[in-house]
């Protein structure tokens, strides 16, 4: 099957409470994502 096939088909899940952010005054939510470009960058210290 192809990947466009899923296009728009399953919603991604809300973040969870609690995370802690950086840069912004208050949580994100993906109501507020919807429509826009996001990058995410996972990183951690080993």
Known sequence: MSP???AG????PDF???L???NID???T???LRGK???LD???YC
């Open 26 to 28: 208050k949580p994100l």
């Open 4 to 6: 466009r096939m899923y």
């Open 9 to 12: 088909q399953v919603n991604a």
């Open 20 to 22: 802690e952010w950086m």
């Open 16 to 18: 969870p409470a609690g």
């Open 42 to 44: 996972f990183w951690t």
């Open 30 to 32: 993906m109501a507020d």
């Open 37 to 39: 470009v996001v990058v």
